[in-house]
Each structure stands twice: as C-alpha cells, then as structure tokens.
C-alpha cells in the first residue's frame, strides 16, 4: 500500500486548508484511514480517523475544526482543516490500517502564520 499525502503549505492564522491521500489500491478494503500530525520536538499525535463502515472520531485539539472524509471512487482521504492556529503547524501524515499494518504517507508540511 502506498499512500501520498500532499495539499499543505504556508495559510494566515484562521484560515482553511484542505490536505488530500491518494491510494495505491482500493480504499475499501481498509480498516481505517487517519490523520496524524508531528511537530517539531513532539511525538506524532493522533487528529482524526475514519473507518471502514464511514464512523469518524477525532482527537480533542482538532474536534469541531477539522473534518475527515473519503472518497471512495477516487481513491482519496481528505483532511478539511478550519480556523487553523499557528500551533496546527505541523507535517501532517494520512495512515491506513490493513491485514495488521498501518502504513504511513510521506507527510506534507502545513505551517499557519499569526
């Protein structure tokens, strides 16, 4: 499974920003698929996940401002982040769980300016 994150760059504090996963394969067949965010000096930190019958759950930074979805046909997880802040500044990675794995995106680099 191959995932390729991309859709991040430099957005002024309040602003929205949209990030995209494209999929190898058929996202269908996942367990899941989430977001998750590494800023420098922290760990990677959980933000949101969607699995497999389309339930969604989020962590508390993010609940009410970002939204995840899919689409199937293309293949494609989305992020849809809203009144972004600057500590959202962040490499932002899309993950899927298969057969007992996650695999990882490369990561797409969001910064928010104040």
């Known amino acids: 499974v191959q995932l390729q994150a991309f859709g991040g760059g430099l957005v002024q504090a309040g602003g929205p920003l949209r990030l995209s996963c494209g999929a190898s394969r058929s996202i269908v067949s996942f367990k899941s698929m989430g977001w998750y965010r590494q800023s420098p000096g922290k760990e990677r930190e959980f933000l949101a996940r969607?699995?497999?019958?389309?339930?969604?759950d989020y962590s508390d930074s993010v609940k009410g401002r970002f939204t995840i979805s899919r689409d199937i046909a293309k293949r494609t997880l989305y992020l849809q982040a809203s009144s972004l802040k600057p500590e959202d500044t962040a490499v932002y990675y899309c993950?899927?769980?298969?057969?007992?794995?996650?695999?990882w995106g490369q990561g797409t680099l969001v910064t928010v300016s104040s």
């Open positions: 969607i699995i497999a019958n389309g339930d969604t």
């Open positions: 993950s899927a769980a298969l057969g007992g794995y996650l695999f």
